[in-house]
């Protein structure tokens, strides 16, 4: 009973932080209407961040945040002004921009190959004074640095939340989502926003790759695993939709940790696909019933 | 669209068909002068691209939408055949047809709820396939009956030089029929390019609304288009299997090999009909050279080539290469020619 409540646990812990990397990647669809293909790339951009500033300066990853935040934030605001705008202007009538698609799974593959050519393929971890610390909860054996990730999930989703509902910069954001032509009419200078929202959502999965470090290893490929969880995760939870995130991502981890105890660890990897390809049968919308915030 | 008045001199052929023609027998002829096996495995390697890419192009060019998981349909077409081959001894010019129809069936199932959605889900759809796919060929080993070895994936027994089988000693056979299916398929998209489901899914890939106000099924037309590339993408498949005689999952069924063929089609030109070879014969040969000298080192290096030359182009020149080299064609053809520009273009 023990082994199945630590299994429980883990899976929500492990889940917070696919709900993280997917916050990012429904935060940029809302706004933009376009799923960023590169959004694995750029956790392994904020893990190799993570690992050096570690291993160069001592810096850990919870304090770091303070350093791969903005970092994140301006690599995703650069990326939307320099790459991806030119693209957007041409498509500027269609409602889903096809050809940005294209532009981020480009830039999805380049950035992992090159992180190879730069980094090569081996599995770097860090090694944080934390690492491997647990705490007893009666029975239940809990990693430190899984929960910390885990909370650390929880209070950005609910930042975030706050965030788009009550600033003025985050109800232009859902403004632009909602229809950025009635936007632009408003006053609202849809380029900013677009980088604006892009860099958050960079920065968010920043957040992502720093809480990982302690417990998860980094390799040029690793954003892969995230990238498909996190495309599952968005569907799952409702394409835009912040809570719905988070929740699927906590589903997400449960399926896995659940069923590597009943299977073949590979085997859940399938179950996860089937899920997905069940919902977009049966319930395209998402799971949870969340409205996006759009 | 309408030939042009005062042009009508009988039995000239047009510029374009000259070249057309130049070009068929020098791919035709030159390979019988060529000793080197490499270099015509290079050459095998080019044509295979260009057909699956120009498979790929009559959905994700014309129907307006971005499959990203294509590497199944080539695997569902090389497991199948083999399989067939291996325990029947169907020979796999028969199979292939098997593994086609059935990729052709996955593919419909795919399309039918995705495409009434919008265009990011019916992306991340096929990435899952794919993905799915290969999750499921790795951990089965055998299947009713069939051995499918996991991971360890499957060795074609070799039979000699037996064309019956699908099987040549002499890489020209490839050639040959790879040049063959290229023409096939270049051939339908032509038809279809000019026929009313070409240009209801232009439209459709381009104003869904629009097209469906029209009273065109969008949905219906993008399943035939479908339909029509898994079908072809898997008889590739056979194909590469008959070539190499060994498929593992991860070799055939990848992200890598889908995003390649996405990306040669998107880079030459969605949509054209000569895009997709285009950037079949610019980035494949880059892209071996660099596998050859940087994949050594690491698998997959050879990607950072498509990602960058992809980006560049979606920046500058957002409808592909194909965009520039036709406005040099026709530049070239007024700088050389004393009949400037009489000839239109027609179609792209």
């Not at chain 1, 990853?61 to 934030?73: D, R």
């Not at chain 1, 491997?132 to 650390?152: C, E, N, P, Q």
């Not at chain 1, 049966?282 to 969340?290: A, D, I």
């Not at chain 2, 063959?180 to 240009?199: D, P, Q």
């Amino acid at each position: 009973m023990d082994i199945i409540l630590a299994t429980i646990i883990n899976g929500i812990l492990m889940g917070g932080v696919y709900g993280l990397t997917a916050m990012g990647l429904t935060l940029i669809f809302g706004v933009m209407k376009v799923i960023n293909f590169a959004h694995g790339s750029f956790l392994m951009a904020a893990m190799f961040v993570t690992y050096y500033l570690f291993q160069l300066t001592g810096i850990g990853p919870y304090l770091g945040l303070f350093i791969i935040v903005p970092l994140l934030f301006a690599f995703g605001y650069f990326t939307q002004q320099v790459l991806i705008r030119p693209v957007f202007k041409i498509e500027r009538d269609v409602r889903e921009p096809i050809s940005v698609l294209m532009l981020t799974a480009g830039l999805w593959i380049f950035m992992d190959a090159f992180a190879l050519a730069l980094f090569g393929a081996f599995y770097k971890t860090i090694k944080t004074p934390y690492k491997g610390s647990v705490l007893h909860l009666g029975d239940v054996i809990v990693s430190v640095s899984r929960l910390y990730a885990f909370l650390t999930a929880v209070i950005l989703a609910i930042l975030l939340y706050l965030f788009l509902k009550k600033t003025r910069l985050g109800k232009a954001i859902r403004a632009t989502g909602q229809d950025r032509d009635a936007a632009r009419l408003m006053g609202i200078n849809i380029d900013r926003i677009y980088n604006v929202a892009f860099g958050i959502g960079i920065a968010i999965v920043g957040v992502a790759g720093a809480v990982l470090m302690p417990f998860y290893y980094v390799h040029p490929v690793v954003g892969v695993v995230f990238d498909i969880r996190a495309f599952i995760i968005v569907v799952l939870g409702g394409l835009g939709s912040i809570p719905g995130a988070l929740l699927g991502g906590i589903m997400i981890g449960l399926v896995e940790s659940l069923g590597a105890q009943f299977m073949t660890a590979t085997w859940t990897e399938g179950i996860i696909y089937a899920m997905f390809i069940s919902v977009l049968f049966l319930k395209p919308e998402g799971l949870f019933g969340f409205k996006a915030e759009w | 669209m309408k030939r042009e008045e005062g042009r009508a001199i009988p039995l000239k052929i047009g510029r374009k068909t000259w070249i057309a023609l130049i070009g068929a027998v020098i791919l035709l002829v030159f390979p019988l002068f060529i000793r080197s096996p490499t270099f015509l495995q290079f050459m095998i390697l080019i044509l295979w691209y260009a057909y699956l890419t120009t498979s790929w192009n009559l959905v994700g060019g014309f129907a307006g939408v971005l499959p990203l998981g294509h590497a199944a349909f080539a695997g569902i077409g090389a497991y199948i055949s083999s399989v067939l081959f291996i325990h029947y001894g169907l020979t796999p010019w028969v199979g292939m047809f098997a593994g086609a129809f059935l990729a052709a069936i996955v593919g419909v199932i795919i399309g039918t709820p995705t495409f009434k959605l919008r265009g990011a889900y019916f992306a991340l759809a096929t990435i899952a396939i794919c993905e799915a796919l290969r999750v499921i060929l790795e951990n089965t080993q055998k299947f009713l009956g069939f051995d499918i070895n996991g991971a360890r994936g499957i060795l074609l027994p070799l039979k000699g030089h037996s064309p019956i089988n699908y099987q040549f000693l002499d890489k020209r056979y490839f050639y040959y029929v790879i040049l063959v299916m290229l023409a096939i398929i270049f051939y339908i998209t032509y038809r279809i390019a000019r026929s009313k489901l070409g240009y209801y899914l232009m439209a459709g890939g381009e104003e869904k609304e629009a097209a469906e106000a029209l009273g065109i099924n969008v949905a219906k037309c993008k399943l035939i288009a479908m339909a029509i590339s898994t079908f072809f993408t898997a008889l590739g498949g056979t194909f590469y299997m008959q070539l190499v005689h060994y498929i593992y999952p991860r070799g055939i069924v990848s992200l890598d090999l889908s995003f390649e063929i996405a990306f040669i089609a998107i880079i030459g030109g969605r949509g054209t009909l000569l895009g997709p070879i285009v950037g079949a014969v610019l980035l494949v040969p880059a892209a071996e050279l660099t596998r050859t000298y940087l994949g050594g080192s690491y698998e997959g290096v050879h990607l950072m080539l498509y990602g960058a030359v992809l980006v560049a182009v979606m920046v500058f020149k957002p409808r592909g290469l194909m965009e520039p080299l036709e406005a040099f064609y026709r530049w070239a053809l007024g700088k050389f020619s004393l009949q400037p520009l009489m000839q239109t273009d027609r179609g792209e």
